[in-house]
């Protein structure tokens, strides 16, 4: 839409005439009518995020009889205050410019104009060719065949955390680029989360590797609570939690794959870091039993998830239930693993399933910093694809896992 403005001069009657004309010869001065207010014309695109300050594209109407880059073309920015960055005359006839609102839509009501739309930031999406884990390729599209890439949104996770709350992380492996640190280990009491085991190594790849993992450009925090051979307590498990609740930097996606027995405690602990704005990952488990008898899956605030193989079947050993939120590859995972800063392992699991979901996260809060965990939750939900998973189980959603770019 557009406003075209034109201004008619009022006649003066000869008997007014006369009469202001006497008035001004006594009065010794002169007048003018006040001119009337520039007409303002419709400006497409503003008050969107996306929208970028004092600068604007113009669209010339087709019968002006000039193009963007002639004279007349300058002569029209000029008129506005606007200044010319780039004409265009193959596209469309018109040019981005530099100026304010105001001067926006006084030049959206020119007879010369077609359309002045606000500029936009737009990002570019990044695709993996041939990812080494199949669980990358699956998690991009709806329907299976694979099609050997992974597409996710170029912001990757960027600006998010992610703790591991797991055996450790080998922070230097190639892997991470430096974007792992150490920040607790509730096994030795101490801040050097080493990883002695290869698990959480393994997870955090998934989340946030270079190569390996969904969200390529998080940062992750190696949390220790399980010991070499992969075991440990409630209590070390939830100071570990408690380390995070009090440290973490938002936005901020905290990863456990790990469960056992119901513990009361332990779901109380996952939840008050919940409302301190963390959002929880954690695994079903891998009895192949109703999972609401398992902590913390059982926690609703949580992000609880089930596993899926490479035909898009629930694992056989992966738990279910009407406490699952959705399901995410987890049979056959390829990742990093903690024997040397290249080494990798194929291993399965609902601890498998679960960082996908993570890194998920990571990429949701990264273009939505202000997400609260249950808004996060419910974003992923509903991207997941419906009806996809094979024998979900009683109660269980059928819900895969899917990010958009």
């Not at 075209?4 to 001065?29: E, T």
């Not at 030795?188 to 290869?198: F, L, M, R």
């Not at 050993?317 to 399901?327: A, I």
């Amino acid at each position: 839409m557009r406003v075209v403005g034109s201004i008619r001069r009022a006649r003066i009657r000869a008997l007014g005439a006369v009469a202001v004309a006497v008035g001004l010869a006594a009065a010794g001065s002169t007048t003018a009518l006040a001119a009337p207010a520039p007409a303002t014309g419709h400006v497409v695109g503003t008050g969107t995020a996306t929208a970028v300050p004092d600068s604007y594209i113009v669209t010339l109407k087709a019968n002006t009889g000039f193009q963007a880059q002639s004279a007349k073309g300058k002569d029209l920015a000029d008129k506005y205050g606007a200044k010319v960055k780039d004409t265009y005359g193959t596209a469309f006839n018109g040019f981005s410019v530099a100026m304010d609102a105001k001067q926006a839509g006084r030049m959206a009501a020119d007879p010369d104009v077609a359309l002045v739309e606000q500029d936009q930031a737009v990002t570019a999406d990044t695709t993996q060719s041939n990812p080494p884990s199949w669980g990358l390729d699956r998690i991009d599209q709806a329907n299976l065949p694979l099609d050997q890439a992974y597409t996710y949104p170029n912001s990757a996770g960027g600006g998010v955390t992610v703790y591991v709350i797991d055996t450790g992380v080998r922070i230097s492996h190639n892997d991470f680029g430096g974007r792992a640190s150490y920040g607790y280990d509730a096994v030795e009491n101490d801040t050097v989360a080493q990883d002695g085991n290869g698990h959480g190594t393994h997870v955090a790849a998934t989340i946030a590797g270079s190569s390996y993992g969904v969200a390529k450009s998080a940062k992750i925090v190696a949390v220790r609570v399980l010991d070499n051979s992969g075991s440990g307590t409630t209590s070390g498990v939830i100071k570990g939690i408690d380390w995070v609740t009090a440290h973490a930097a938002k936005p901020a996606v905290a990863n456990m794959s790990l469960g056992g027995g119901a513990s009361q405690t332990l779901d109380n602990a996952v939840r008050r870091a919940v409302n301190a704005g963390v959002t929880f990952a954690v695994a079903a488990g891998n009895d192949g039993t109703n999972a609401a008898s398992s902590s913390p899956a059982r926690v609703t605030e949580a992000i609880t998830v089930g596993a899926t193989g490479n035909t898009d079947a629930k694992a056989s050993w992966s738990n279910y239930g009407n406490v699952l939120d959705l399901f995410a590859p987890g049979v056959g995972i390829t990742s990093a693993w903690n024997t040397s800063d290249t080494a990798t392992n194929t291993i399965s699991g609902t601890s498998m399933a679960t960082p996908h979901v993570a890194g998920a996260a990571a990429l949701y809060l990264s273009t939505h910093p202000s997400a609260t965990p249950s808004g996060v939750s419910s974003a992923l939900v509903a991207a997941a694809t419906p009806g996809k998973v094979t024998g979900p189980g009683g109660g269980s959603p059928n819900k895969l896992l899917r990010i958009t770019a």
